[in-house]
């Protein structure tokens, strides 16, 4: 037996928490947990706790521990078992290389070849579900069936696995979802509430393993995670699941878009930089699969001169300017006007507007500029559309919840990514949709979407926003 499976036991049969035997040899449950799964080494003198902690010999806990070592150094050479054989020999102070083969078989016992067992560490039990969704008698799979043609979105309160478990195989065009903070907030599953971060990645995991079933092959998997801090140490969850995704589970990664949230999280610490972005993974299933660069070009720049942003702007620039007559601000607005509209039927990208801001002549390197301004006191630089594709770094500030301290994910977020790689009239799907924002865009966007959460609560204010928006159009 192994010293990580030697723990793991003893642990479970003393009905001790790792929690608790992670807290008396000072380190953090999910290094603990790596100690049980023989993935990483504590100090002797951590193991010499452990053995008084799980009222076990100490000798016999440090002597496994020194075995597991050795053998996980040579285990998978050729030479193990000679090797092996050496080392034992050494250990009973016996140089067998000056024996003859007589003196030999005198001086050690008899050892069948077959009783010299080279152990290794074994590598960490995978979850089945983990790899593959579990089977289902498709008839109980009718979500997708029921859903119609509606653009309303159809809201499923549990968990994310089980309801998905009744979603047709092939059937979603486009997922994108928020997922749960680790260690930060309360969720109504276990999986999710847990201090241990691999559990927490092997639950999020089950639900991709459901995600790539369900999605179309010519489909997308968008997933926005936050990082969390365990013991001073940023822990790269978004990083590890994506790995093990593309290891596990056959997910293609085709971007790893940063989202800049523009505003740092509360955070009282003096040594560290405040965190301002979250990642966003673009995933797919196929090397070819629905992309609508045209889309994302508009609502990207829509983004960035629209008439909420740069319009309003604009027009208290020009209401508040002292060195424009009333005759030149109403110029300069009907000018910033049909600019804008430009934006909005996407012929230009965007667009710069120029004020006088003094009596004095302007005196710049852009003499066109400077005579505008000069002369009309304003001047509008239009910039065409471009080519390329927006970058991999995403603007977007967070919009505000219910109470100050509550933010939720920007409808951009989520714009973004639908309006990109959900056709018209697709099927959108968020397993974690909390209030319901990407369920609110794909019905703007005009998609049919399913949106699943744990939380009542939450859902019945989803299900509000449509709603009350619907009503409003009449």
């Known amino acids: 037996m192994l010293f990580s499976e030697k723990i793991r036991l003893l642990r479970q049969e003393r009905g001790l928490l790792q929690r608790k035997l992670a807290q008396a040899i000072g380190v953090d449950v999910p290094m603990y947990s790596r100690y ?261 070009r508009r609502y990207f720049t829509d983004e960035k001169t629209s008439a909420s942003k740069t319009g309003d702007r604009y027009r208290r620039n020009i209401a508040t300017n002292q060195f424009l007559t009333s005759a030149e601000k109403n110029n300069a607005l009907n000018a910033m006007m049909t600019s804008l509209r430009k934006v909005n039927k996407a012929t230009i990208g965007s667009f710069k507007l120029y004020l006088r801001d003094s009596k004095e002549p302007a005196n710049t390197s852009d003499a066109t500029r400077d005579n505008n301004i000069n002369t009309h006191g304003f001047h509008i630089q239009e910039m065409p559309r471009t080519t390329s594709l927006p970058g991999d770094v995403w603007n977007i500030a967070p919009e505000r919840g219910e109470t100050d301290r509550y933010v939720i994910a920007p409808q951009q977020l989520y714009k973004l990514p639908i309006a990109a790689t959900c056709p018209q009239g697709g099927i959108v799907l968020d397993p974690y949709c909390g209030t319901g924002t990407a369920c609110k865009v794909a019905h703007d966007l005009g998609c049919r979407s399913i949106g699943i959460d744990v939380n009542d609560d939450r859902l019945r204010r989803a299900k509000a926003r449509v709603e009350q928006q619907a009503l409003s159009l009449f």
């Not at 020194?66 to 020999?89: F, P, Q, T, V």
């Not at 003096?270 to 995933?283: C, D, G, I, T």
């Open 36 to 296: 049980e799964h023989g993935e990483r080494r504590p100090k002797r003198a951590q193991v010499v706790k452990l053995a008084k902690l799980l009222q076990t010999d100490a000798n016999e806990l440090v002597a496994l521990w020194l075995a597991e070592d050795a053998m996980s150094a040579i285990g998978h050479d050729k030479m193990s078992a000679r090797a092996a054989a050496l080392l034992r020999d050494t250990l009973n102070g016996v140089d067998t290389a000056a024996l003859s083969q007589e003196d030999k078989e005198t001086a050690l016992p008899a050892v069948e070849p077959q009783a010299i067992v080279i152990a290794t560490p074994a590598a960490p039990a995978v979850d089945p579900a983990i790899l593959k969704a579990p089977e289902c008698d498709p008839k109980t799979r009718t979500l997708v069936a029921r859903l119609g043609r509606n653009t309303m979105p159809q809201y499923h309160h549990g968990e994310a696995c089980k309801v998905m478990a009744q979603i047709e195989d092939n059937s979603i065009d486009c997922i994108v979802t928020t997922l749960p903070y680790w260690h930060l907030r309360e969720y109504k599953v276990d999986s999710l509430t847990t201090s241990d971060e691999n559990e927490f990645i092997d639950s999020l995991l089950r639900m991709t393993a459901e995600a790539y079933r369900v999605l179309k092959s010519e489909g997308s998997l968008w997933i926005n995670m936050a990082d969390a801090y365990n013991n001073a140490s940023m822990q790269a969850l978004p990083w590890r699941l994506a790995i093990k995704m593309m290891d596990l589970q056959g997910w293609k990664l085709r971007n790893d878009i940063v989202w800049n949230k523009q505003q740092g999280t509360i955070d009282a610490t003096q040594n560290h930089a405040r965190n301002e972005h979250e990642y966003l993974f673009h995933f797919v299933k196929q090397d070819t699969y629905y992309y609508n660069d045209e889309q994302l």
